[in-house]
């Protein structure tokens, strides 16, 4: 087993792409850290710098303590699965597997615990003998990870190892990989463009754009407690409703946010508001999570039009505008339970869960307690 550090680490490719921009990030002796982010920021190009199979352009990528920056991927013992599980097709299962072993020149009785032991952690012990085209997606998936498995890596490096499978088979085996690399306890590094997927895998979740890390955090603190616009936008499903909002105070020395011309009264102790004086009447970004936006009973509340509903049976996702903003405001989604009838154009009143407003500055950094930092949320 072993750590891995990622050290100022800056990756230009021949040609001068710049995929990674000064990446630094320590995982854990037996963790597992899910990356994760948009399609082309930079996830498979770290993933790829780690097996070795790409060089660093300046920076120190350790694994185990050891730099590796200049070691080539067979003296690395990491293991990589990828999302085209590629067995070999005219080879058994029991041949996939056996494959990185012979390569090794290990002896037949060492081999053949190593497969028997990684058969029976996988649960392959009655498909050795068949070929790949005999196997279901999810057992094929099964089969790739045993052979990545079966020389026992001090790193597991998985890139979007689920992707080729289809909905239902894909939480199954998430669920499955979770307990592998639980049980075997190997340092992981899991990409995905998923968020669902980090969420529900990762010890704790590297969140990235554009070739630079933006929070790295257990999966529950990076839900609750954003460091800025993109992790809040990028995380949850549907993720965190954004939209522009000003601070001012009220004449009892309270706070309420102002959204286009309605108001939004704020409570807040006395000491925390002074805290937020110097934001006050400067544009920002207000965030609230679609389950803590709510219907208000009476009139009270903000007015919005519906535009849209989604009936998913156990919820209703509404769709819909803040009134009164000078430009038409952005959708919002409204979490609600059971099925609920709505129509397009209809007004309704919400009535959000300040306690559990986000605030970000103008350059999308999260305010806390009127200072700009990650830990909490207002
Ligand atoms: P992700 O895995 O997050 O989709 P990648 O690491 O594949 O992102 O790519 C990051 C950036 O680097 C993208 O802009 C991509 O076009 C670029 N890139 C990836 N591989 C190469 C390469 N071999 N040569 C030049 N640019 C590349």
């Known amino acids: 087993m072993a750590s891995i550090d990622f050290e100022h680490i800056d990756k230009i490719y021949p040609g001068g792409t710049q995929a990674i921009f000064d990446y630094s990030l320590t995982v854990a002796d037996g963790e597992l850290v899910a990356f994760v982010g948009p399609s082309g920021c930079g996830k498979s190009t770290l993933l790829r710098l780690l097996a070795g199979l790409e060089t660093a352009t300046r920076g120190t990528l350790r694994i185990g303590g050891q730099a590796v920056n200049a070691l080539p991927p067979q003296r690395r013992n990491v293991a990589m699965v990828f999302q085209d599980y590629a067995l070999y097709p005219h080879m058994t299962v029991r041949r996939n597997l056996e494959f990185p072993l012979k390569m090794r020149d290990l002896p037949r009785a060492g081999i053949e615990r190593q497969v028997q032991w990684v058969a029976e952690l996988l649960g392959l012990d009655g498909l050795l003998d068949r070929l790949p085209r005999q196997l279901s997606g999810g057992q094929r998936q099964r089969v790739a990870m045993g052979r990545a498995l079966v020389r026992q890596p001090t790193v597991f490096l998985m890139d979007e190892p689920l992707s080729n499978l289809d909905a239902r088979l894909r939480v199954q085996i998430r669920a499955e990989i979770g307990d592998l690399l639980e049980r075997t306890g190997i340092t992981t590094v899991y990409v995905t463009h998923d968020q669902a997927e980090a969420m529900t895998l990762g010890d704790r979740v590297a969140v990235m754009d554009h070739g630079r890390l933006q929070q790295v955090a257990p999966p529950r603190q990076l839900y609750e407690q954003p460091i800025n616009t993109f992790v809040a936008g990028f995380i949850g499903n549907p993720p965190m409703n954004l939209f522009p909002a000003r601070l001012t105070a009220t004449l009892d020395g309270g706070l309420r946010l102002l959204l286009g011309d309605q108001t939004l009264p704020l409570t807040l102790p006395t000491p925390t508001v002074d805290r937020w004086r110097a934001w006050l009447d400067a544009p920002l970004t207000a965030g609230l999570r679609p389950e803590h936006l709510r219907l208000a009973a009476g009139d ?25 903003m000078t430009a038409p405001g952005p959708l919002l989604v409204v979490r609600l339970p059971g099925i609920r009838p709505f129509h397009k154009g209809e007004v309704v009143r919400l ?12 350059d999308g950094l999260a305010l806390v307690n009127g200072t700009v930092g990650a830990d909490h949320i207002l």
């Open 351 to 362: 009535s959000p869960d300040s306690t559990q407003l986000h605030l970000f500055d103008a």
């Open 300 to 324: 009270g509340g903000l007015s919005a039009t519906v535009g849209d509903a989604e009936y998913l049976g156990h919820e209703t996702l509404l769709h819909l505008r803040i009134d009164g």
